[in-house]
């Protein structure tokens, strides 16, 4: 398949004209949580073809972003251990504690490109190796089968998280309005298109999965605009080159034989039920295996930063005195939301010359 079709021009003003002919005279929000759907929309100029009266906004899709202060500081507790070194992305070094980040000084710290990695090296090493890992459903399918064999020098102190609970806090939360939903791609590949039909049936809000490329996005608020314009809560897969409805079977069995669900704190937010996955033998479980009893901030975010207002789509980058002073960038970030490829902030930053970017 040809990538350049889904960048057709011609077939971009199509939707555009269809968009803007669908489109009801009300404010509506339409709100994606996907770090990569906001990447595409601000390379591709999305927001500005669409009505002004058509808000969209990102919500909590990214991994990094939502990742709590407490599970840094609970990483930084182990690296100061001298027989153990903490394996992590390279993106999470840059992503504040309560008073610290962990650095790729330190000599306890290792960057590593994927929990294989960090197996690998904990094969190579006397000492004990503790992964330090983050993400969605999307990530914990990468995990799962790696996790099932590790070495006995080998335990994980997890972050990750699942998207389709933080979208009905959304829904139930007095705070955010969402008129509807861009699905995630990537999650909805390993989870499929079913799991989002509960919140659709519960909140008659219309979802629709959808792909990265303008045309996926664009093509999604289409069919959006025409849910909402006829009233239906209704989950349509937009993206069906890549997802199944039922998911990937596989990957699930897998992520359900290392993993259990549990509640989990998302930075910006706080705690939400059942959104975590939590590993399931005990071995492996770092926290319990160091016996980690680190008292943080579990929610917040630093000083002076708004992070978690652009994290529920409530506020946009352009709205923090930090981003807009240059005080916090991509190589000095101060907030989460500016660390990595999927914060919107870093996002912004990288395409602020776009038009009609907000």
């Known amino acids: 398949m040809n990538s350049l079709e889904f960048r057709d021009p011609d077939r971009a003003k199509k939707f555009s004209d269809l968009i803007k002919k669908t489109a009801p005279e009300e404010k509506l929000t339409i709100m994606h949580v996907c ?8 390379e591709y100029g999305i927001r500005s073809v669409l ?44 992503v504040p504690g309560t008073e610290d980040r962990l650095t790729k000084e330190r000599e306890n710290v290792k960057i590593v490109y994927s929990v294989a990695d960090a197996v690998d090296f904990a094969k190579k090493s006397e000492s004990e190796v503790v992964f330090f890992g983050v993400g969605f459903e ?12 590790g070495p006995e020098n080998f335990s994980f102190l997890g972050s990750v998280k699942k998207i389709p609970p933080a979208m009905e806090f959304l829904l139930d939360s007095e705070e955010v309005k969402v008129d509807a939903f861009l699905a995630p791609g990537h999650v909805s590949t390993i989870i499929g298109s079913k799991p ?30 025409k849910l909402l314009k006829s009233g239906e809560g209704r989950v349509e897969n937009d993206y069906a080159r890549a997802v199944k409805d039922e998911g990937n079977l596989k990957a699930l069995k897998m992520i359900d034989q290392a993993f259990e669900v549990d509640d989990t704190a998302w930075r910006g937010i706080g705690e939400i039920p059942s959104s975590g996955l939590r590993v399931k033998d005990e071995n492996l479980d770092a926290r319990k295996k160091y016996d980690l009893k680190v008292e943080g901030d579990k929610y917040g975010v630093p000083a002076g930063c708004i992070c978690d ?8 980058p352009d709205k923090c005195k930090l981003f807009r002073e240059e005080k916090c960038t991509p190589q000095n970030p101060v907030g989460p939301c500016m660390v990595g490829s999927e914060g919107m902030c870093n996002v912004w930053f990288e395409y602020g010359g776009r038009p009609k970017i907000g």
């Open 138 to 149: 999307t990530t914990a399918a990468t995990y799962a089968p790696v996790l099932l064999e």
């Open 309 to 316: 207002e652009i994290i529920l789509g409530k506020s946009k």
């Open 35 to 42: 770090g990569t759907h906001e990447s595409s929309i601000c």
């Open 196 to 225: 989002y039909q509960s919140l659709s049936d519960e909140y008659n809000v219309p979802i629709v999965v959808a792909g990265f490329e303008p045309l996926d996005v664009l093509s999604a608020i289409a069919r959006l605009l």
């Open 51 to 94: 009505p002004d009266n058509i808000e969209l906004v990102e919500g909590p899709g990214c991994p990094v972003c939502v990742t709590p202060a407490l599970h840094v500081d609970e990483a930084l507790e182990l690296s100061y251990r001298d027989d153990l070194t903490v394996a992590t992305f390279g993106d999470m070094v840059k």
